[in-house]
């Protein structure tokens, strides 16, 4: 099984920088890609940003020249730098992970979510 810790939400001013990171752990054999989702009250999640296997980025156009995505491999680790934070960027933020992963009786893909983190732009 695998599992996705986040940290590094919290409340800062409009302007403002936050850095969250994302570490899995278990029976991890390969990690295929990396993403941070939002969800805002009354709203659907969507999709942040996402790393592939590869360095292939792709972002929301919400947040395209204000967030970085970037994953260290050797930690099983995702970041995503969020700078000039806007009050619409409040919200939940989940980290995902598309992971190949050791099970009791072979491999098995798996798509794994993290228990999120909050966080919040004041104006």
């Known amino acids: 099984q695998v599992q996705l810790v986040e940290s590094g939400g919290g409340l800062v001013q409009a302007g403002g920088s936050l850095r969250l990171s994302c570490v899995a752990s278990?029976?991890?054999?390969?990690?295929?890609?990396m993403a941070w989702y939002r969800q805002a009250p009354g709203e659907q999640r969507e999709l942040v940003a996402q790393?592939?296997?590869?360095?292939?980025?792709n972002y929301a156009d919400s947040v395209r020249g204000r967030f970085i995505i970037s994953r260290d491999n050797a930690k099983n680790t995702a970041y995503l730098q969020m700078d000039n934070l806007k009050p619409e960027d409040t919200a939940v933020y989940y980290c995902?992970?598309?992971?190949?992963?050791?099970?009791?009786?072979?491999?098995?893909?798996?798509?794994?979510w993290g228990q999120g983190t909050q966080v919040t732009v004041s104006s």
């Open positions: 995902n992970a598309e992971t190949k992963a050791r099970i009791f009786n072979g491999i098995q893909r798996q798509n794994t």
């Open positions: 278990g029976t991890i054999i390969s990690i295929n890609a």
């Open positions: 790393i592939r296997t590869g360095g292939v980025t």
